[in-house]
């Protein structure tokens, strides 16, 4: 991640409760559950 912020002069992080970004947590909560089938051989 922080490589990729290097590219960027200026930056920053912040956290925001789940609460307030609710679109996000569904993503979040989608790509877990696909991530329970996933296989590796």
């Known amino acids: 991640i ?3 912020f290097s590219r960027f002069q200026h ?4 956290h925001i409760p789940r609460e307030e ?8 909560k989608s ?3 696909d991530c ?3 296989q590796v051989f």
């Open 2 to 4: 922080l490589q990729r």
């Open 11 to 14: 930056w920053s992080v912040c």
């Open 21 to 28: 970004n609710q679109e996000v947590d569904k993503l979040t």
């Open 31 to 33: 790509a877990q559950l």
């Open 36 to 38: 329970q089938g996933l």
